[in-house]
């Protein structure tokens, strides 16, 4: 069992910046991928970021140049630092593991940028 728990959403300005984070325990292992994905009101939940235990990096469109993803192994947390924020950028965050054919879940964060 994985237990993952985000913290660091809020109320932000367009242009400011966030800073997530996300934090596993449980039977990790080594060998997995974290990351970020999102839900908008209405919308389907997306991809924003993920990051390999390797540290290869993957980024949906929308946010490139703007975030970036990082994790520290040795505490197993992910990190996503988000700058330039745009009202469209409001969401619930997710947090995940993905460890083989298994993928966990953290409850979320809320993300709100004003205009």
């Known amino acids: 069992q994985v237990q993952l728990v985000e913290s660091g959403g809020g109320l932000v300005q367009a242009g400011g910046s966030l800073s997530l984070s996300c934090v596993a325990s449980?039977?990790?292992?080594?060998?997995?991928?974290m990351g970020w994905y999102r839900q908008a009101p209405g919308k389907q939940r997306e991809l924003v970021a993920h990051?390999?235990?390797?540290?290869?990096?993957n980024y949906a469109d929308s946010v490139k140049g703007r975030f970036s993803i990082s994790r520290d192994n040795a505490k197993n947390t992910v990190y996503l630092q988000m700058n330039s924020l745009k009202p469209e950028d409001t969401a619930v965050y997710y947090c995940y593991l993905e460890r083989s054919i298994y993928w966990y879940w953290g409850r979320g964060t809320q993300v709100t940028v004003s205009s």
């Open positions: 990051i390999t235990n390797g540290g290869n990096t």
């Open positions: 449980g039977s990790i292992f080594s060998f997995n991928t």
